[in-house]
Structure formats: C-alpha cells, structure tokens
C-alpha cells in the first residue's frame, strides 16, 4: 500500500479507537499528488488535521478552526459571503466523525450531523503555522528608502496622467508603486482647478475634512493653517489630531511662477523609525509606548487626540507614525517618562534632519505627488510670495479605501507580475 494512503488509513483509524471518527473513503495518492495544492499526507489528530503539502510545508487546522470556516449556505450567505453563525454558535465538545480528501477539497462530517468541504487551495492560502505567519510578515514589509537610494532608481516612480484616467492596468502600477515607496508621481496633467478631483477618485473616495474636499495650499492672509503661508514647513504629516488621520494625501501643482524656493521635501518616516530603533533601542520603545498629544484649536474647531509617535504591532514592527511638531499640545505623561520622552524626541529629530533622509523637489505645474501621509513625512521650502504664484490642490483618501483598491486591483491584474506584490503592513492591515 502507498504510504500516503496508509497514513491516512492508520491516523483515521486511531482517531477513530479514541471516538474521534470512523474511516470513510480517501483519494488515491496519485489523485492527492495531482491536486493544485496536493497533499502528501493528513493525519487526524486529537484536536486538529496536520498536512503535509508537496512542497513538505506542514499546516496544522484545529477542528475547531475548520468548522468556524465552514462555507455551507447555513453558515454562510451565498450571495454576500457574510457569516450567518457566530463562533460561539458552535456545538460544545465538537468533533469530526469523517473525513474526505476530493481532488481539489477537504470534506469533514461532523458530530452534530453538520458537513463541512473546504479548498485545499483556500486552506493552503490561510494556513496558520508559525512559518507561513512569520513569512507573510516579511513580505508586507515595506522598503525603506533614503536619498542615495532612490535617486539610485531615478527618483521616485512617474505615471503618465492620461494612462491613469484611462486604463485601470496604470492604476495598479501606480497603487503598487504608492504601497512599495510610499511615495509615487503623476506627471503631464491638466492645470485646470479640480483637476485633482478625478484622479483622486481613480484610488478611491475622497476624504472631507475640516479643510474641505478639496483644498487650496496657496498663501493668503490670515490662514486658518500654516500650510497657507510662505514660510518654511518642517517636516510632518497631516491630521494627528484626527482620530484616524487620513491615509493618503495627494497635492497637484496648478502653478509655480518662483524662481527659487518653495521646494517639496519627503522623508521616509518608517526608514527614522529603522535608524532609531537600531542606533537608540530605549529611545524607540519610549516613543513607540509613551503618548503625546496634538490638537487643533481655532475659532471653530477643538479637536485633540493623543497617541504614541511610532505605532507598533504585536510584533514590534512599526506601522504607522505620528508626527506633526507645530500641533503639539502640552505634555502630559507620567513623571517618570518627561526626561526620558524628551531625550528620546531628540534622537529621532537628530536622525530626521540627516541629509541622506530628506528628498527635495521642485513640483511642476501639471504635476501630482501622492504619498502615505502615515508613513511618508512631508515637508516645503520658504518662498517669497511677492515673486510669484505657488497654488497646490490637495486631497486626502483613507487607507481603507485606498487597501480596498489595491486588493480590487490585484485580483484583477496581480497575477500578471513577474514579482507577486503584498499589501504592506501599514495601519495595520493584513
């Protein structure tokens, strides 16, 4: 007998002498080696199945787990693949009494009479092991960039505006650009007013805030922000004060009569976040644990959110940061963080204003910069606003939406890449 089919004979068996279940027919081994995702064996163990795939990668489900994913029309709508039962809608001491591997599924009856089928490729794409966690990890890690590096590729990535509003295959390129560098240009664009409002929606729907749908980053007197003069713009992101600052910002330069000045900066912010955590360790946890406030109080606007500067997730990567030094709102951490909060504040500003770090631009008119507003820190030259014009549109789209886009897109374009493209781990997301 093959020993694949024997195993899955004698595990079947011993489950079934301890009350788990009875044998019931299996494929042939030829059949299971055939399958897209082919299983070399499956032994049915106390509380869950281990797999062994062709490939040797080993996938332990529990019982448990297999029957909350269940994809029957009882316990999910067909029509809008939402759950219909809840997880503790299952049966107490639930086991499996039968198994059964088809070509291209896993099929299991129940002891409450309830059947199960299941992918094999949809298990294979949801395995849980440690390896495959830890290995979808690293492949949502964004890459992180400095000066040398980009202007080693060129200067960040370019799109034609025409290609972008007329073919979807663009957009893609352009969101997985965005999703790599953090950062992506459009160029040869209208410089119509509004022109920015179209292009937007080829990501997703714009985000109103208290600036608008859309608002003009031009100086004019007496400005509700500091974005609307001329002075020089320290390197920042938009919105901490929010309790979900947007995800991305995206700016088109309608006009740009100065000679010299107004320039735009970019700063990788997850690539200060590398340096300090590698350089200040102590300096990375306090500002990755300790809150500091922003807020934005004006004549009709209070709005104040407090949270830490680097946002880290169960495994301490970092996936978001807030920084936006001109709303900062008065201390208030315990006593015993002050000191340390301000020396740690320090090292990451002395890392921020390396020059290696800082990528300055003189934007186009026509032109459109896109960019992480949770990742990317931006940043503008002084200009003298008497010798000439500089009008700027900008809009902002949440990262839901925008992570939306990009998983729509990939399923209809993804499979094309030479080299397969992950949603990074930026907010969070998985």
Known sequence: MHPVRQLLRISTRMAARRGLGREKRVSTSAQLRQAPNGIVSLENKINLYEIRWSDNHVSKFHHVWLRDHCRCPKCVEPSSGQKLRTRSDMPQNLQPTSF?????????SWNDHHETTLPLSWLRENCYSTATLEARRNRQQPMLWDVPSIEKRGGFPQFEYDNIMKDDQAVWE?????????????????????SIVGLTERIAYIRKTMYGVVFDVISVPNPINVAYTSVELPPHMDLCYYEAPPGLQLLYCL??????????????????????????????KILSTVHTEYFKFDKINMMRYSRPIIMVDEFDDV??????????????????????????????????????????????PG?????????????RKSFDENAGTRHLQGTYVD????????????????????QPTELSRIGNWS
């Open 100 to 108: 059964q591997i088809n070509d291209d599924s896993l099929s299991i």
């Open 174 to 194: 352009w969101v997985k650009a965005l999703n790599t560098y953090g950062c992506a240009l459009v160029v040869n664009g209208p410089t119509e007013e509004g």
């Open 255 to 284: 006009r740009f009569d100065q000679k010299t000045g107004g320039e735009s900066s970019f700063i990788d912010g997850f690539k200060i976040c590398e340096e300090l955590k590698r350089r200040h360790p102590e300096s990375f």
């Open 319 to 364: 996936i978001g940061i807030n920084w936006s030094p001109n709303f900062e709102a008065p201390l208030r951490v315990p006593e015993e963080h002050v000191e340390k909060f301000y020396r740690a504040y320090g090292d990451w500003v002395n890392i921020m204003r390396e020059s290696n770090l800082e990528l300055s631009f003189r934007l186009q």
């Open 367 to 379: 032109t459109c910069v896109a960019f992480n507003n949770r990742r990317v820190l931006h940043a």
């Open 399 to 418: 990262l839901d939406e925008f992570s939306n886009r990009f998983r729509t897109l990939q399923r209809r374009f993804g499979a094309q890449d030479v």
